[in-house]
């Protein structure tokens, strides 16, 4: 009788320091010392981390602009391709297509012309990457364009490539220089080298983009207006995978909800612009306005674009 009222003895007591131990944590939590959890307040004025890719933290003077902060597109980050070996590409073939900016589907890569606080077009963001030395650029070769990768553009000469000056005579017969910056409103389109590959391990027709060519319009150097006529110059060559990171944070006017503001990424890597074909890798090594000119040069590349799809459909077996 002694030995098992010891043991009862033993286990309430056991039981009631558990029960009083659970107690103080229950009151530690409910009541936490001022010094342990900060305050609301604290929390919305305390200061951004140390990391450049962040956004800092709003000033209790700054008015949010909108009924919710923003923090989707701010924190994107590259989704990287999927990896692919030689072994597995069964078909592959290299295109050089050009997006025209001034089809209406392809308005978002254009405007805005002037950057404003929530918006900025394509270029304006290639143009202060390059000035920032954040991106580098190639020379642009008018009759190999295969060769967009040997000849690596200096700081110098990206800011003689993205402004130029011309004399121009004024009334008094006096010859004034005047310096032409290229500006986001002279855009007409980009040139994309890309290849086309067919791998088997996924079974897919994937598309990799490889380079990219803003090209403006012609101005004439006596009127100082557009040449309608003349063809659109090649600035540049830049790699496509290097300005990923930055299209990935730079938000897109979307024109059906603006709750889903889409990246430039976004419209590159799911391919919604519309453009056409001007080249396809061919043993004469030639473009296709060599040989055809004006709509059938349209439907050259047509047709090309309905091979390509027909080698896709062709791998299948059904």
């Known amino acids: 009788m002694r030995t098992l009222a010891k043991v009862f003895g033993t286990s309430a007591m056991v039981f009631l320091g558990f029960e009083f131990a659970v107690a103080q944590v229950g009151n530690t939590n409910a009541n936490p010392p001022a010094t342990q959890q900060p305050s609301v307040s604290q929390q919305q004025n305390a200061p951004a981390p140390n990391n450049p890719n962040q956004p800092s933290v709003l000033s209790p003077n700054q008015p949010l602009d909108g009924a919710y902060k923003q923090e989707h597109n701010p924190y994107r980050r590259v989704v990287p391709p999927a990896q692919m070996r030689e072994a597995d590409a069964m078909w592959q073939t ?19 012309e002037q950057s404003n606080g929530n918006r900025v077009s394509l270029f304006q963001i290639l143009k202060d990457g390059l000035l920032g030395g954040e991106i580098t650029c190639y020379e642009f070769n008018p009759v190999d364009l295969d060769d ?26 006096n010859m004034t220089p005047v310096k032409n910056d290229v500006l986001p409103s002279s855009i007409k389109g980009y040139t994309l080298k890309e290849d086309w590959i067919f791998e088997k391990q996924r079974s897919v027709l994937d598309p990799r983009i490889l380079f990219i060519c803003p090209r403006v319009q ?27 990171p930055i299209m990935a944070k730079t938000p897109v006017f979307n024109q ?63």
């Open 94 to 112: 290299r295109i050089w297509r050009v997006i025209d900016v001034r089809e209406k589907i392809n308005e978002q890569l254009y405007y805005p």
């Open 256 to 318: 059906q909800n603006d709750a889903e503001r889409r990246t430039f990424d976004d419209i590159f890597w799911k391919r919604q612009f519309a453009s056409y074909i001007i080249q396809q890798s061919n043993v004469y090594d030639r473009a296709m306005s060599a040989y055809v000119k004006g709509l059938d040069a349209l439907l050259e590349g047509e047709k090309i674009h309905d091979k390509i799809a027909g080698i896709e459909h062709d791998m299948w077996q059904y």
């Open 218 to 244: 012609n101005v004439n150097k006596n009127t100082g207006k557009e040449d309608e006529n003349g063809a659109p110059i090649a600035l540049f060559w830049i790699y496509f995978p290097d300005i990923r």
């Open 148 to 173: 967009c990768y040997k000849i690596r553009k200096t700081k110098a000469e990206i800011e003689q490539a993205l402004s130029s000056i011309d004399t121009v005579q004024d009334e008094n017969g």
